[in-house]
């Protein structure tokens, strides 16, 4: 099991979701590391997003985290504790992660996702979100940012800072739609399996997420035994809709368990 030193330094490391990528994460990693003195904070990306967005995105979540893990240990220094915070399909590859790499990480935070064998299908992927995703598909591509937070995000003055930046990002480093649809189909065959972490872990969640069904990380809280946080209003990207609350609860958290 990891080193669970509570005066060792936190390195958070960040994975996010379906075709997001590190610059997605917005003002949380600035807020983890005001609130954790002495802590880094990597934010990694997947093959096919951000700096490797001309990479072709695995099929399977097992070969994501290969290069994740690849990137994580070029990152790592000796002494700190590792702290894995990852969000949707990040989830996904959290839990793989955890299970085949037990010592990686000391703690680990989930936010709003979901596993195929606990989870039926109509939860993982709400039906009244599939009018957007098709919205996305064929909405020109110089507006579909504004359709994709429209799903992900219920706060509109989170949508609106958001906007211009998440713009900048998709000219910048564009996520084509085929390496979107390579890890939607790696999403769709994860399964957990009897697995169940050796490391304390928080699952964080928002009640009226409209695109994966709270009652997904209900579920995973009771398979693991774990807390599950809810935040009342946010939408799927909760660390957009309110970073600040997401980092107040990884403080009273950790405080909890430890640091």
């Known amino acids: 099991m990891p080193d669970r030193d509570a005066d060792a330094p936190l390195h958070f490391v960040l994975v996010r979701g379906l075709s ?79 299970q085949h790499y037990p010592d990686d990480f000391a703690r680990a935070v989930l936010i709003n996702t979901s596993f195929g064998d606990i989870s039926p299908l109509h939860q993982r992927l709400r039906p009244a979100a599939f009018p957007a995703l098709v919205r996305v598909l064929l909405t020109p591509r110089h507006e579909r940012e504004s359709v994709i937070l429209g799903l992900v995000s219920n706060h509109v003055d989170a949508r609106s800072r958001a906007l211009p930046h998440w713009n900048r990002i998709r000219s910048e480093r564009p996520m084509t739609l085929h390496n979107t649809a390579r890890q939607m189909w790696a999403a769709a065959r994860f399964r957990l399996g009897n697995f169940v972490p050796r490391v304390p872990v928080l699952l964080l969640a ?16 009771r398979r693991w035994q774990v807390p599950v946080w ?21 403080v009273a958290w950790l405080d909890k368990n430890g640091g």
């Open 20 to 98: 997001r990528e590190a610059c997605h994460w917005g003002e949380l990693p600035a807020l983890l590391r005001t609130h954790f003195a002495g802590s880094r904070v990597s934010c990694l990306d997947l093959p096919g997003a951000g700096i490797k967005h001309q990479q072709t995105s695995p099929l399977r979540v097992g070969h994501m985290v290969e290069s994740l893990r690849m990137d994580f240990r070029q990152a790592a220094q000796p002494g700190e504790t590792a702290v894995l915070l990852a969000i949707s399909l990040g989830g996904m590859i959290a839990a793989h992660w955890m």
């Open 206 to 221: 928002a009640t009226r997420d409209r695109m994966v069904s709270v009652e997904c990380s209900r579920a995973i809280a």
């Open 230 to 250: 809810e935040h009342p209003s946010a939408g799927h990207d909760l660390p957009l809709d309110d970073p600040a609350w997401v980092v107040d609860s990884l």
